[in-house]
C-alpha cells in the first residue's frame, strides 16, 4: 500500500506526479534516514538525510515561485529569529572571519542547518494537503526509525560483548577515526553507538525520539501493533540507551520526564485516576521483576558506575579545560566582540585550532557569535517551548520530554549540525498551530 494514501481505498493524498506528493515522499524518507549521520555518510558533511534535506528544500523553493504564496500557519516569530541569527552570522563572519576557508565552513553550515533541517522541514508540513494524514505518518516514521535504530544497537551491543563481533566493521563511515571508534565503560563492555558517530550521539537522537515512540505506540490510537511487538520494541529501547552507557542521558531523561510530568501534572493525575486495580498490579509486578533482574545483572550499579567513571574520567577534565578556555577568552574580548563573538570557528580565526574547541552549544555559539547570538538561540528555543506549553493534548507531554531533552542535551554537546532537535522543533510548531484545539 502506498505509504502516503489515507485508510480510504482509492483516496491517495496527493497524485505521484505532484509536487505535493513527492514533497511528503522525500519528508517520510527524510525520517527514516535521519539516524544515519555518521553510518553510510558519503563524507563527514553529505550524508543521506542531509541530501534528502536538501530536495524538500528545492521543492519548497520551486511551490513558492509557482505559488507566490506561502502555507497558512508558516510563518511565524520562529523565521524572524532565524533571519536574525543568520544576519549576524554573516555579520560577525565579516567582521572577524573573511578569507578564513574553516569560518567560512561554519556560517555555511549555520545556514544550511537553519535552512534545511528547520524551515524546509516546516515549510514540508505546513504545506501538506491532509495535515491530519501527515502528523500520523510523521509519528509511525518516527518509530520506525527510532526502533530499527534500538534493535540495531541491541545486536550490535550483544555481537561485540558476547561473540566479539564488532558490526561496525563492515558499516561505512564517514571518515577512519568514526570507523575505529570503540569506547569501553570500566573496561569492562563496548558501548553501543548505533548508526552515529559515537554513544553520546546516539542516546541523544533516543532521546528525541523515543518519547514520540511511545506516544506513536501507545496512546495515539494509530498503531495496530501487537501488544507483545509494542513491549518487546519499549524494552529495546530502554536497553539501547543503557547499552549506549552515555552518563549525560542518564542525567538528562529523568530530568526532562520530571520537568514534563509537573508542567502536565493535570494530566498524570487524571491517567493514573482512571486506571484500574489490575494496571496497579501489574505495573507492581513488572516493578518487582525489574529489582529482580537487576539483583542479577546489576543494571542499576553499572548505570551509577559509569557516570561516576564518566566524572572521573579525562572526557570531563577535556571539557572542563575547554569551559575554562572560553572564559579566559571570552572575559579578554572588547565590547563589540561580546557582542557579535569571534565570528563563526572563532577559535580557528584567533589560532588555537581544534584545542580551542568549545564541547557545548551555548557557550560555542556565545564565543563564535557573540552575546547577541546566544539570546536569539535561546530567544528561537523559548519558541519552541512556548508553543509547547500550549499543547494540552497527551502528546503534549511526550513532545516536553523530547524538547527539553534537546535543550539540555546541548549543553554537553555542539552537534547542532544534526538534525533531530531540528526536526522536533518543527514538528512541535506545526502540531501546535494544527491541532491545538484537537482533544486526544
Known sequence: MDILQNNK?????????????????????????????????????????????????????????????????????????????LFFTVFSYMVHGLGNSKSLNH?????????????????????????????????????????????????????????????NDYIPRASAAEEFYNPTVLALFYRARGFAVESGVYTQMLELFGPLTFYFMFYSGDCKWKKEFKILYTISIILSIIFAASSATFIILPVAIAFSSIVYIKKVGQFFAKKSWRFYVKGGFFLTLIIFINSYLTISASILLSIADKLDSNSLGDRQERINFFISQFSRFNPLN?????????????????????????????????????FLLLLFMAYILFHNFKIKSKIGGFLMVSVVSGIVHYYVVNDYWVPWFWFIAAFTVFYEKTFTNASE
Open 9 to 85: 481505498p482509492a483516496e491517495p493524498l496527493q497524485r505521484r506526479s505532484g509536487l505535493d506528493y513527492w514533497s511528503n515522499f522525500f519528508l517520510l524518507l527524510y525520517i527514516l534516514t535521519m539516524p544515519f549521520v555518521s553510518a553510510f555518510a558519503f563524507t563527514g558533511t553529505i550524508s543521506m538525510p542531509l541530501i534528502f534535506a536538501v530536495f524538500l528544500f528545492l521543492i519548497m523553493a520551486i511551490k513558492i515561485i509557482q505559488t507566490g504564496k506561502l502555507p497558512d500557519g508558516f510563518i511565524g516569530f520562529d523565521l524572524v529569529i532565524i533571519s536574525l541569527f
Open 107 to 167: 556560517t555555511v553550515a549555520y545556514f544550511s542547518t537553519f535552512s534545511l533541517f528547520y524551515v524546509g522541514i516546516k515549510f514540508t508540513f505546513f504545506n501538506a494537503r491532509d495535515k491530519n494524514l501527515m502528523a500520523k505518518r510523521a509519528l509511525q516514521f518516527i518509530a520506525y526509525t527510532t526502533i530499527i535504530s534500538a534493535l540495531y544497537g541491541n545486536v550490535e551491543f550483544i555481537s561485540a560483548n558476547v561473540f566479539g563481533v564488532n558490526l
Open 338 to 374: 561580546k557582542l557579535v563573538g569571534a565570528g563563526p570557528a572563532g577559535s580557528n580565526i584567533l589560532g588555537y585550532e581544534d584545542s580551542g574547541t568549545i564541547i557545548s552549544l551555548y557557550y560555542n555559539i556565545t564565543f563564535e557569535l557573540g552575546i547577541i547570538g546566544l
